[in-house]
């Protein structure tokens, strides 16, 4: 079982700046995928980015040119940050870990963007 928590939200108003991390129990080298999706109220979870086994990173058109999904290798920890926040912004945040045979989700971390 892999086990990934993420930590590192909290309240910060429009046009600042969030790093978020998650930290994961396995390598990171041993993950199909590793990424952030988000769940606003009353909305679905989305896709933030995603970096895969080749290395690519893909980011949601709504987030490219803000965030910058990074990984530590060594210290088994991805982030993201985040700059030029929105209120559009304000959800709960999940670090997600694909590999062989396993889905892994943390328990959310709550970003609220303030006018």
Request: glycine share 12%; proline share 2%.
């Amino acid at each position: 079982q892999v086990h990934v928590a993420e930590s590192g939200g909290g309240l910060v108003q429009a046009g600042g700046s969030l790093t978020l991390s998650c930290v994961t129990s396995a390598s990171i080298f041993s993950f199909n995928a590793l990424g952030w999706y988000r769940q606003a109220p009353g909305k679905e979870r989305e896709l933030v980015a995603q970096i895969t086994e080749d290395g690519i990173t893909n980011y949601a058109d709504f987030v490219k040119g803000r965030f910058t999904f990074s990984r530590d290798i060594f210290k088994n920890t991805a982030y993201l940050q985040m700059d030029s926040l929105e209120p559009e912004d304000t959800a709960v945040y999940y670090c997600h870990a694909r590999g062989a045979g396993f889905h892994s989700w943390g328990q959310g971390t709550q970003v609220t963007v303030s006018l």
